[in-house]
């Protein structure tokens, strides 16, 4: 009910305007890309004009998409900026001084993480969703919009990555309706699971190869790293990384992985956390400043290698707990960081 309240609210917004510029958070992944260009598909059949806006490259395996060649990293001036999955406007991928300078009347926040926060003038969070692209989705349904296939596309690459293909307790009978309703749509879903996760240059293979051979684990606990030597040394970039951590979890008899990667910073590492759901990954997240999901989330540490390294698998460990025990974090300091794994 208080879905469709928000679902109801949202659409009166958007037909009182004209003009939107929509974004996301820094570094966009799947669902940040496929929702976005989803919602630009579904403003424009309302008969609005909307702008993506991405500061950050888009990963080479999602230039695919229906609309990607229209992204721009130049924010302009709409009645009303939408941001997706982002935990406040500070880490939106966009110009922080463009924006203030074209600052809209409205901000629109739409999210779906446990630890999304209210910053916007509106804003519609659902943790239940097991993606944004689940979410606009449904706006599409309930503003009455044909789907049509460029955004059936958009909008299944966002599902099906933010989901771990399918494999996320966030997956639910729901979301493989949602799924079968966007093949109905004209999805071919093994040509985008093909351009997704079939596709990778050789620099970001051989990275992998690096960071499986650096992985480490202690009981339940499995965690690897690159440092920036090691990207290097094969070419790699920051968008290279992404998807390591989903092999670390692969591991038989582990519950929760970290994939750290060291950042241009001294002492800073970027953290990807995974886990099979009896850990809470979003929890340890949070702790170090960061945020996300059950079984996928994100953070930074700061502090040599074997720092990080320690106090991120301390507080995995701490956090692990039978099936119905309550788990109790250990007293370690935080650090500020970023949202999304």
């Not at 079968?180 to 970001?204: F, H, M, T, W």
Request: aromatic fraction near 6%; proline fraction near 4%.
């Amino acid at each position: 009910m208080k879905n469709q309240i928000s679902i109801s609210a949202l659409l009166e917004l958007l037909r009182e305007r004209d003009s939107f510029v929509i974004s996301s958070h820094i570094r966009p992944d799947g669902d940040a890309i496929g929702s976005a260009l989803a919602l630009q598909h579904l403003l424009e059949a309302m008969g609005k004009r909307a702008t993506v806006v991405f500061v950050d490259p888009i990963p080479p395996n999602f230039e695919f998409l229906p609309g990607v060649e229209r992204v721009t990293s130049r924010f302009s001036k709409a009645d009303a900026t939408i941001f997706l999955e982002c935990d406040s406007i500070d880490r939106g991928s966009i110009d922080r001084s463009e924006f203030e300078a074209a600052r809209p009347a409205l901000t629109i926040n739409i999210d779906h993480h446990r630890s999304g926060r209210e910053f916007a003038d509106f804003n519609w969070i659902d943790p239940e969703a097991a993606a944004v692209g689940s979410m606009i989705f449904d706006l599409a349904v309930a503003a009455g919009v044909t789907i049509t296939r460029p955004m059936a596309d958009c909008l299944y690459a966002a599902i099906l990555t933010d989901t771990g293909s399918f494999n996320y307790a966030s997956t639910s009978a729901t979301t493989f309706a949602m799924a079968e309703q966007l093949l109905r749509c004209g999805v071919n879903a093994s040509r985008i699971a093909a351009a997704i996760y079939a596709s990778n240059p050789a620099s970001k293979v051989r990275l992998l190869g690096i960071a499986l051979t650096n992985i480490q684990i202690d009981g339940v606990i499995s965690w690897s790293y690159v440092t920036l030597e090691e990207m290097a040394r094969v070419g790699a970039s920051v968008e290279d990384c992404e998807g390591v951590a989903n092999h670390l979890i692969g591991i038989s008899g582990v519950e929760a992985a970290a994939f750290l990667r060291e950042e241009s910073e001294p002492d800073q590492f970027r953290l990807s956390l995974r886990s099979r759901g009896t850990i809470d990954v979003s929890i340890v997240a949070e702790h170090f400043g960061g945020g996300g999901h059950r079984n996928a989330s994100g953070c930074s540490v700061e502090g040599s290698l074997a720092e990080a390294t320690g106090r991120i698998v301390a507080q995995l460990h701490a956090a692990y707990s039978p099936i119905g025990a309550e788990a109790v974090l250990v007293d370690t300091p935080t650090q500020p960081s970023i949202l999304i794994a």
